[in-house]
């Protein structure tokens, strides 16, 4: 295999990897925002009302009263359950290891772009 066809194979890895973290940003962003939002509700002594998928296209209505921990999917069909504080700490921690590690991608992007351009 020559050279050119080894920096296109890195190259597709390489921006599969950075649209996968694309991805993954915002989920973890609205994730931030579903615990902020029942620690709000927590704080104010409200229920909180929301519809949420059961199945594709089918939803239900949930009344949430006064919660102490929300479960978190971790992948790999594992889900733990945290507290309030301890989620937002975790997702915290994710969306900061995901924009630093996406920030990475696209220097090694470029500098495997700057060594096709010389190849």
């Known amino acids: 295999m020559c050279r050119l066809q080894q920096y296109k194979v890195v190259e597709m890895k390489l921006l599969a990897q950075q649209r996968d973290l694309q991805a993954k940003v915002p989920d973890i962003e609205k994730c931030?925002?579903?615990?902020?939002?029942?620690?709000?509700?927590?704080?104010?002594?409200?229920?909180?009302?929301?519809?949420?998928?059961?199945?594709?296209?089918?939803?239900?209505?949930?009344?949430?009263?006064?919660t102490d921990s929300v479960c978190l999917w971790l992948g790999a069909n594992v889900m733990l359950e945290y507290s309030c504080e301890?989620?937002?700490?975790?997702?915290?921690?994710?969306?900061?290891?995901?924009?630093?590690?996406?920030?990475?991608?696209?220097?090694?992007l470029q500098f495997l772009r700057d060594q096709l351009t010389i190849t």
């Open 32 to 66: 931030l925002d579903v615990v902020a939002t029942l620690q709000a509700k927590k704080d104010s002594g409200e229920a909180l009302l929301t519809d949420f998928e059961v199945f594709e296209g089918i939803y239900a209505r949930a009344r949430i009263d006064n």
């Open 86 to 108: 301890e989620a937002t700490s975790l997702l915290r921690n994710n969306l900061e290891n995901a924009k630093a590690s996406l920030e990475v991608l696209v220097g090694d």
